[in-house]
C-alpha cells in the first residue's frame, strides 16, 4: 500500500471515530445507565423546547425593561451617584447632623448626614429602605420614588450600595407612625432625597456587621445564627471595631482615662511621661522583653514605678501617668496581655498611707458613679450585646485585711495559706462572698504578705510579714495592686538584697532616696482590665483595641 493510500485511511479511521463519538454522545441514559425510550427521549425533547423558550422570553423581557428604563427620563439623575474622591477641592460650609443627635425635636427639618450603609431592604422597585451607622448610633433611611427628586433608578442604586459603603446624603426628618425598634434612633427617621457613595467597599467582608453583633440571648434565641469567633474578630479588627458595641466599648475606655485624669487634676495631681526604653528591669524578675539599645542591653518597662518615685523625691508630691505597660509573661488567659495601657498614680503622704489608699478608693467611686451618669448611651449599647448588670457600689469602697480575707475564704470551705497569694479561683470566690454578705463588687483588700510584693514594699510595722500594701477588686477580680513604698535608701538596699534584685541595676533609682524622700504611696491600674470587668466582658481582648498577647502580633 503507497503511503498516500495509507494516509486516506487513516483518515477515513479519524472520522468515523469522530461519527461514533457523536451519536455516543447524542444517546441519553436513564437513571439506570440505560438508553431512553424514543417516547422518553420525545418528552425529553419538548421540555428542552419549554426551557429554551424561557430563557429567550426571560432575555426578551430583559431586554425590553432594560430598554424601557433606558428611556424613561430619570428625574433623579442629579440627586445620586458615586462622589468623586475627595481631595479637599471644596470647603462649602455645610452644616453636618450627626447620626446620635437625630431626634423629634429635627422633626419636618432637612439635615446632611455621612454615615455607613449597614444594610439596604428594597420592598419592590419603588421603595427601599437603609440602615446607616454613624458610631454608636443608627437610623432608619427611606427612599420612595415620587418621579419628582426620587425616581426608580435612584431607588436601585439605593439598593445596589455594598455594605459597609461610605454614604453622604440630605434628608428630612419624618417621626414614623411606629417607634423603629431595629435602630438606637428609634423616634424618627430619614426621608432621602439625594444620596451619593464617597467611599465604596470593593471587596467581600470578613464577615457581616449584622453577625458580629448578635449578643449571646439572640444566640439562645437562635442558634442557627452565624457565631464570629474572637479568633476572626481579632483578625480583621477593623471590621470588627465597626459594630457599635465595639464602639462604644472603646468610647468608655477613652471615658475611664477622662475621669481618672480628672479627678487626679482635681486633687492637684501632676501628669507625667515616664521613659519606656529603660536600663533595668523596673519590677524585678524575668518577665521583662529585653531589646537591643545600640550594642547595650535595654529593657521595656513594666511600669512606671522607678521614675514614679523618683518624681517623688523631686518634690512633685503627687504624680500620676497613662502610658503602655510591657510583661512579658506567656500567660494564656482571659485577663492578661502583653502590653496595656496603665493608670499609674504615687503621692506623698503626711501620716499613714492609708490617705492615699482611701483617696485611690474614692478616686475608683467617683470614675464608677460618672460612667453610669454621663455615659448612659454607651453602656445601653454594650449591654445590649453583652448583657450584665450594672455593679453594686456604695458611696464608700469595702475594706478588708488580708487576713480577714483568708478567714472569710476558710469559712466557706476555701484552702488557703497564712502568707500566699490570692489565686484567680480564689479572687472570683472572694468577690462572690463580699457580694453575698456585704452587698457590693467593688472593695479593697490590704495588709497582703510582703512575701508576695516587689522589692519596694515597706513591711508593716507591727508584724514584717505583712506589708503596707493593698489591692482593689471589681467583680472579684484584682484592678489594681498598690503600697506604701519604701522611701528610707538603706532600707531599700536591704529589701533589694533579700529578694534577689542586682543592687548595680538600680543605683541611679536607690540615688534618689539618699537625697531625702518623703514617704508615699500609689498604685498602677490596668485601664484594659478594669473596662472589662466593669462591663461583665468574658475576655480582656474585648477591651483592648488591638490586643497584644503571647501569640498576636498583628493587626
Same mark, same amino acid.
Given at each position: 500500500m503507497s503511503a498516500q493510500e495509507s494516509n486516506t485511511t487513516a483518515t477515513e479511521q479519524?472520522?468515523?471515530?469522530?461519527?461514533?463519538?457523536?451519536?455516543?454522545?447524542?444517546?441519553?441514559?436513564?437513571?439506570?445507565?440505560?438508553?431512553?425510550?424514543?417516547?422518553?427521549?420525545?418528552?425529553?425533547?419538548?421540555? /428542552?423546547?419549554?426551557?429554551? #423558550?424561557?430563557?429567550?422570553?426571560?432575555? $426578551? +423581557?430583559?431586554?425590553?425593561?432594560a430598554a424601557r428604563e433606558a428611556s424613561e427620563v430619570d428625574c433623579a439623575k442629579e440627586n445620586?451617584?458615586?462622589?468623586?474622591?475627595?481631595?479637599?477641592?471644596?470647603?462649602?460650609?455645610?452644616?453636618?447632623?450627626?447620626?446620635k443627635d437625630l431626634s423629634a425635636e429635627l422633626a419636618g427639618q432637612t439635615v446632611?448626614?455621612?454615615?455607613?450603609?449597614?444594610?439596604? /431592604?428594597?420592598?419592590?422597585? #419603588?421603595?427601599?429602605?437603609?440602615?446607616? $451607622? +454613624?458610631g454608636s448610633a443608627t437610623a432608619q433611611g427611606l427612599l420612595v420614588v415620587d418621579n419628582e427628586t426620587i425616581s426608580k433608578q435612584?431607588?436601585?442604586?439605593?439598593?445596589?450600595?455594598?455594605?459597609?459603603?461610605?454614604v453622604s446624603l440630605v434628608a428630612k426628618v419624618v417621626v414614623p407612625s411606629e417607634p423603629i425598634k431595629s435602630c438606637t434612633v428609634g423616634d424618627v427617621e430619614l426621608h432621602v432625597s439625594r444620596l451619593f457613595v464617597i467611599s465604596q467597599v470593593a471587596v467581600t467582608l470578613p464577615f457581616s456587621i449584622d453577625s458580629a453583633s448578635w449578643s449571646t440571648l439572640d444566640y439562645e434565641r437562635d442558634p442557627t445564627l452565624n457565631r464570629v469567633l474572637l479568633h476572626t474578630r481579632l483578625n480583621n479588627r477593623v471590621v470588627d471595631l465597626r459594630t457599635t458595641a465595639n464602639n462604644a466599648i472603646f468610647k468608655l475606655q477613652a471615658a475611664v482615662s477622662q475621669l481618672f485624669r480628672e479627678y487626679l487634676t482635681n486633687e492637684k495631681f501632676t501628669e507625667i511621661h515616664t521613659p519606656k526604653i529603660i536600663s533595668a528591669a523596673s519590677e524585678g524578675g524575668a518577665n521583662v522583653f529585653r531589646v537591643d539599645y545600640f550594642k547595650r542591653n535595654a529593657f521595656l518597662a513594666q511600669s512606671p514605678q522607678l521614675f514614679k518615685q523618683m518624681c517623688i523625691a523631686a518634690d512633685f508630691g503627687k504624680v500620676y501617668e497613662i502610658a503602655p505597660v510591657f510583661r512579658a509573661e506567656n500567660s494564656q488567659t482571659h485577663r492578661h496581655l502583653t502590653e496595656y495601657v496603665g493608670l499609674d498614680l504615687e503621692c506623698a503622704f503626711r501620716e499613714h498611707y492609708h490617705?492615699?489608699?482611701?483617696?485611690?478608693?474614692?478616686?475608683?467611686?467617683?470614675?464608677f458613679k460618672n460612667l453610669?451618669?454621663?455615659?448612659?448611651?454607651?453602656?445601653?449599647?454594650?449591654?445590649?450585646?453583652?448583657?450584665?448588670?450594672?455593679?453594686?457600689?456604695?458611696?464608700?469602697?469595702?475594706?478588708?485585711?488580708?487576713?480577714?480575707?483568708?478567714?472569710l475564704l476558710r469559712k466557706h470551705g476555701e484552702e488557703m495559706e497564712d502568707f500566699g497569694d490570692f489565686t484567680t479561683k480564689l479572687e472570683k470566690t472572694l468577690g462572690r462572698l463580699v457580694r453575698e454578705e456585704y452587698g457590693t463588687d467593688f472593695y479593697m483588700v490590704d495588709k497582703f504578705p510582703l512575701a508576695v510584693r516587689p522589692f519596694y514594699t515597706m513591711p508593716d510595722p507591727e508584724n514584717p510579714m505583712y506589708s503596707n500594701s493593698y489591692d482593689f477588686f471589681l467583680r472579684g477580680e484584682e484592678i489594681m495592686s498598690g503600697a506604701q513604698r519604701i522611701h528610707d535608701a538603706g532600707m531599700l538596699r536591704e529589701r533589694i538584697a533579700a529578694c534577689g534584685v542586682p543592687v548595680d541595676d538600680l543605683i541611679e533609682y536607690i540615688k534618689a532616696f539618699e537625697y531625702g524622700c518623703p514617704p508615699h504611696a500609689g498604685g498602677g491600674v490596668g485601664l484594659e482590665r478594669v473596662v472589662m470587668f466593669y462591663l461583665g466582658l468574658d475576655d480582656i481582648r474585648y477591651s483592648s483595641l488591638f490586643p497584644r498577647d503571647p501569640t498576636r502580633l498583628e493587626p
Open positions: 479519524k472520522q468515523e471515530v469522530a461519527e461514533l463519538a457523536t451519536q455516543v454522545e447524542d444517546i441519553v441514559l436513564d437513571a439506570e445507565g440505560k438508553p431512553l425510550s424514543k417516547k422518553a427521549l420525545k418528552k425529553l425533547e419538548k421540555e /428542552r423546547e419549554k426551557e429554551q #423558550k424561557r430563557i429567550e422570553r426571560e432575555a $426578551r +423581557e430583559a431586554a425590553e425593561r445620586y451617584g458615586k462622589a468623586p474622591i475627595n481631595m479637599s477641592q471644596v470647603q462649602s460650609g455645610t452644616k453636618w447632623t450627626e447620626v446632611h448626614v455621612q454615615a455607613r450603609v449597614q444594610g439596604s /431592604r428594597p420592598t419592590g422597585s #419603588k421603595m427601599c429602605f437603609l440602615v446607616l $451607622r +454613624e435612584m431607588v436601585k442604586f439605593a439598593n445596589s450600595i455594598s455594605s459597609e459603603s461610605l490617705e492615699v489608699m482611701n483617696m485611690i478608693g474614692d478616686m475608683f467611686i467617683y470614675i453610669e451618669k454621663r455615659w448612659a448611651f454607651e453602656l445601653a449599647t454594650v449591654r445590649k450585646q453583652y448583657p450584665s448588670e450594672p455593679i453594686l457600689v456604695g458611696d464608700k469602697p469595702l475594706k478588708l485585711e488580708f487576713k480577714d480575707a483568708v478567714a
